[in-house]
């Protein structure tokens, strides 16, 4: 028996419409139920759901899923605007195969380390669209896409000696100076430094706590949950720090460490100033080549230097995986390379010494 359902004024109503010896198919039945005289009645075809483009997609997920971090958000941005949307925008995000995507990327005149990054976001696309419903849950595609080097520096991070970083500030006025000592005495990044105040030191227990970045001057949250962290602070940094908060114009706990007088107080120095003060001492000390980062990675070798075990570099690095602080920052300095060498040496030599008889 075939029977149409139908809501009228909130209710739901059954009309018989036939046999299946009368209506052998449904689209028979549907045929004949058009010709019930029920008043203003409708009767419900399939949906089609109609694919969702890669601009489309990329609109939603702007709204639902962006991350909020400022940081974050303006490097995605940057990877969907220039290329993403670019090439794929009005293609269904299903046409997004490994193959086609790996040899666009292959194209792409980048580092492969920025490839992996636009890899990781169609990724993330391919995951939300899953979670959509747009598509069917499977394998993720993009996890078939491989990138050659994509692990591979293309340049060795710069880590000082003690030497080449007493030469480096040397050439640094305050608060410049200052600020460098923090970053090489704690593994900050830049945009924790510049986003300290005067609050965060605490003096009695020794202490240093980092609690926010700043990138572009918009205050954000750390990069990750583990570089919230408090770390103890030398006796000797403290010394310096205090001689800095007595010179300073902003010595008020909730006033920026390092605030910026051109903004009276309100904002600390940019990162872009604060870029061209490192780059004009390091030329000055003949360090060209110079980052701001470079000092957190001379904070890693140090760390190695004085035989800081890994554990304790990774809980000072604030690092979520062990993984990151082995094999990204830090590099054996080379004193210690020659003496550890030497040592291994002598233990040869020795050896073959107390082996050998005189003829």
């Given at each position: 028996?075939?029977?149409?359902?139908?809501?009228?004024?909130?209710?739901?109503r059954t009309r018989?419409?036939g046999?299946l010896s009368e209506?052998?198919?449904k689209?028979?039945?549907?045929r004949?139920?058009?010709?019930?005289?029920?008043?203003?009645?409708?009767?419900?075809?399939p949906?089609?759901?109609?694919?969702?483009s890669?601009r489309?997609?990329v609109e939603?997920y702007?709204?639902?899923?962006?991350?909020?971090?400022?940081?974050?958000?303006?490097?995605y941005?940057?990877?969907?605007s220039n290329?993403?949307?670019?090439?794929?925008g009005?293609?269904?995000?299903?046409?997004?195969?490994?193959?086609?995507?790996?040899?666009w990327?292959?194209?792409?005149?980048?580092a492969p380390?920025?490839k992996a990054?636009?890899?990781?976001?169609l990724?993330?696309?391919?995951?939300?669209a899953?979670?959509?419903g747009?598509?069917?849950?499977?394998l993720?595609?993009?996890?078939l896409?491989?990138?050659?080097?994509?692990?591979?520096r293309?340049r060795i991070?710069?880590?000082?000696?003690?030497a080449?970083?007493q030469q480096?500030?040397?050439?640094?006025?305050?608060p410049?100076r200052?600020?460098a000592l923090?970053?090489?005495?704690?593994?900050l990044?830049?945009?924790?430094?510049?986003?300290?105040?005067w609050?965060?030191v605490?003096?009695?227990?020794?202490?240093?706590r980092?609690?926010?970045?700043?990138v572009?001057?918009?205050?954000?949250?750390?990069?990750t949950?583990e570089?919230?962290?408090?770390?103890?602070?030398?006796?000797e940094?403290l010394?310096?720090?205090?001689?800095?908060?007595?010179?300073?114009e902003f010595?008020?706990?909730?006033?920026?460490?390092f605030?910026?007088?051109?903004k009276?107080?309100?904002?600390p120095?940019?990162?872009?100033?604060?870029?061209r003060?490192?780059?004009?001492?390091?030329?000055a000390?003949?360090?060209?080549?110079?980052?701001?980062?470079?000092?957190r990675?001379?904070?890693r070798?140090w760390l190695?230097?004085?035989?800081?075990?890994i554990?304790?570099?990774?809980?000072?690095?604030?690092?979520a995986d062990?993984?990151?602080?082995?094999?990204?920052?830090?590099?054996?300095a080379?004193?210690?390379?020659?003496?550890?060498?030497a040592?291994?040496a002598g233990?040869?030599?020795?050896g073959?010494?107390?082996d050998?008889?005189?003829?």
């Amino acid at each position: 028996m075939w029977n149409l359902l139908i809501w009228e004024e909130g209710k739901r109503r059954t009309r018989r419409i036939g046999t299946l010896s009368e209506y052998p198919s449904k689209s028979a039945a549907r045929r004949a139920a058009q010709s019930i005289p029920f008043p203003s009645i409708e009767i419900a075809r399939p949906q089609v759901k109609q694919a969702v483009s890669v601009r489309g997609l990329v609109e939603q997920y702007r709204v639902e899923r962006m991350p909020k971090r400022s940081d974050t958000r303006r490097a995605y941005e940057v990877w969907l605007s220039n290329h993403i949307l670019h090439k794929w925008g009005d293609c269904e995000i299903a046409s997004l195969e490994p193959r086609p995507v790996e040899l666009w990327l292959e194209s792409l005149a980048l580092a492969p380390k920025s490839k992996a990054h636009i890899r990781g976001l169609l990724s993330i696309l391919w995951d939300y669209a899953m979670w959509r419903g747009e598509v069917p849950r499977q394998l993720n595609p993009m996890s078939l896409v491989s990138i050659k080097d994509a692990t591979k520096r293309k340049r060795i991070p710069r880590s000082l000696t003690v030497a080449q970083f007493q030469q480096f500030i040397a050439h640094l006025k305050e608060p410049f100076r200052s600020m460098a000592l923090l970053c090489v005495s704690f593994g900050l990044r830049i945009s924790e430094a510049l986003a300290l105040k005067w609050a965060d030191v605490d003096w009695l227990n020794s202490r240093l706590r980092v609690e926010r970045a700043i990138v572009n001057q918009e205050v954000d949250d750390v990069k990750t949950p583990e570089s919230q962290q408090s770390l103890p602070a030398a006796g000797e940094i403290l010394n310096a720090l205090k001689l800095w908060k007595q010179t300073t114009e902003f010595p008020a706990p909730e006033d920026w460490m390092f605030a910026s007088p051109a903004k009276l107080g309100r904002l600390p120095w940019s990162y872009d100033q604060v870029w061209r003060m490192y780059q004009k001492a390091a030329v000055a000390a003949g360090l060209r080549g110079l980052g701001t980062h470079s000092l957190r990675h001379t904070y890693r070798t140090w760390l190695d230097s004085v035989g800081t075990p890994i554990g304790v570099q990774q809980k000072l690095m604030r690092h979520a995986d062990i993984r990151t602080t082995m094999n990204i920052y830090g590099d054996a300095a080379t004193a210690d390379m020659v003496e550890a060498s030497a040592k291994i040496a002598g233990l040869a030599l020795n050896g073959l010494q107390a082996d050998r008889k005189p003829s």
